[in-house]
Structures are given as structure tokens and as C-alpha cells.
């Protein structure tokens, strides 16, 4: 005698809670680069950011419509914030006067692209991949922010951190999806990792600070080399 199903749809896309919060963490990691003061452009760098924002906004919601059924309404509006995304690509290319910078904000921008397709998600696959391959090359926008401006090392950790907990936060997010549902209640599983990584990311950032010369206003090539260490380390221990 077969047993029969509930029928019941279980949806394991990536958790809202955890992908939220590592697309705004990409954020952060960008900004803690654009506000240390000696970049280029600045406002170009906020404009850029602001039109990529409004852009992932546009494929959230097209892909909340798309899940409700709504589908066309859904795809004009996945259609319109890829193209939305494209103009600040061509912003970050186009507008800064520094060929650092350019680079910089197009590997930025590009890196929070993919990371909020792979947690959204705009595509049902390779949201793991897409997340990898989005946290590496925001983790390597940072750095590269660095070398462009080095700036103060105080923001400087707060972004290479806030770029590795991107990388956790999705991870997370994915994990939560795939064994228990986008729509089982896991807020509480979900808060308590974030604050137990973002613990630990604090941690990682006032270590940082501690064994590099916290006096100097500039970021030499030595605390460089300190935050490259560091933040290294912090995934490692994160992984674990």
C-alpha cells in the first residue's frame, strides 16, 4: 500500500534572512573602501552604487513576483534591473577619472552583482558557485582599494572582514535553504549565526588593530601585508 504525499512544495531557494545580510554587508565592504577619503570621484563612486542598488532592488522584487505566480510583471522587472545593473557597470567604467579606481568599482560593483544573484536568487542554480565566485572578487575589490588609496587600516579591516562575512552569511544562507526550506521558521538558527559571525569579525578587526602600528594615520605596505594576514586567518577560523 503506497504512502501517500502531503503535495506540500518546499521552497530551497536561500534564506531571506541571511541573504539579506550578506548582500548588505557587500555594501558595507564597498563603502568602508569609498569613504576613506583619498579615491577619486567619490561621487561618481556613490552614484554607481546607489544605481546598482536600485538595479538589485528591481531583480528582488522581480523575482518575489516571479515566485507569486505573477510572472510577466516578474520578468519586466528582473529584465528592468539587469539593465538598471548595466548602467552602473558602464558608470564605473565610464565616470572615474583614475584608472585604479575604475577598477576598483567595476570589480566591486560586478562581485555585490553576483553575490545578490546567487542569494536572491535570480537563477535557481549555482547559487553556491555564483556566492563563491562573488565573495573572492569582493574580498579582492577591498584590497585593491588599498593599494589605490591606501587609506587608514582601521576601514580598510572593517571591509576585507565585511567582505569574508559576506562570503559566511550566503554560505549560511544557502546551507539553511537547501535542508529546511526558504520558508520554514529559522530566523532564531538564522540571528545566531549572524551574531556569532559578526563576533568573530569584530574580533578579527581589534586583532588586526593590535598587532599593527594603530598610531599611524596612513596604511604602509607592512600593515598591508598585517591586513592581507589577517583577514586570512579570520576565514580560516571561520570555515572551521
Do not use: C, Y
Not at 577619503?37 to 542598488?53: K, M, N, Q, R, Y
Not at 539593465?83 to 555585490?112: C, D, I, S
Amino acid at each position: 500500500m503506497s504512502t501517500p504525499t502531503s503535495g506540500v512544495h518546499v521552497n530551497h531557494r536561500p534564506a531571506r534572512l541571511s541573504g539579506t545580510a550578506a548582500v548588505l554587508l557587500g555594501v558595507v565592504a564597498l563603502a568602508a573602501v569609498a569613504v576613506l577619503g583619498e579615491l577619486d570621484s567619490s561621487e561618481i563612486v556613490w552614484a554607481t552604487l546607489f544605481v546598482e542598488g536600485v538595479g538589485i532592488g528591481l531583480l528582488a522584487l522581480g523575482r518575489g513576483l516571479r515566485t507569486d505566480g505573477k510572472r510577466t510583471l516578474g520578468l519586466t522587472l528582473t529584465a528592468g534591473g539587469l539593465l538598471v545593473v548595466l548602467v552602473a557597470f558602464g558608470l564605473a567604467v565610464t565616470e572615474p577619472r583614475q584608472m585604479g579606481v575604475k577598477l576598483w568599482l567595476l570589480v566591486g560593483t560586478v562581485a555585490a552583482f553576483l553575490v545578490a544573484v546567487a542569494v536572491v536568487p535570480v537563477v535557481d542554480r549555482r547559487s553556491r558557485q555564483l556566492l563563491k565566485v562573488g565573495s573572492v572578487l569582493l574580498f579582492f575589490s577591498v584590497l585593491l582599494g588599498g593599494l589605490v588609496a591606501l587609506g587608514p587600516l582601521s576601514t580598510l579591516l572593517v571591509g576585507a572582514v565585511a567582505a569574508l562575512l559576506v562570503w559566511d552569511l550566503g554560505e549560511n544562507a544557502v546551507a539553511v535553504g537547501e535542508q529546511l526550506g526558504r520558508n520554514a521558521p529559522t530566523r532564531r538558527l538564522e540571528l545566531t549565526h549572524l551574531a556569532a559571525s559578526l563576533l568573530v569579525g569584530g574580533v578579527a578587526v581589534i586583532a588586526g588593530l593590535l598587532v599593527s602600528d594603530v598610531g599611524t594615520t596612513e596604511l604602509s605596505f607592512p600593515s598591508f601585508v598585517v591586513l592581507v594576514v589577517a583577514v586570512v586567518l579570520f576565514g580560516v577560523a571561520l570555515r572551521n
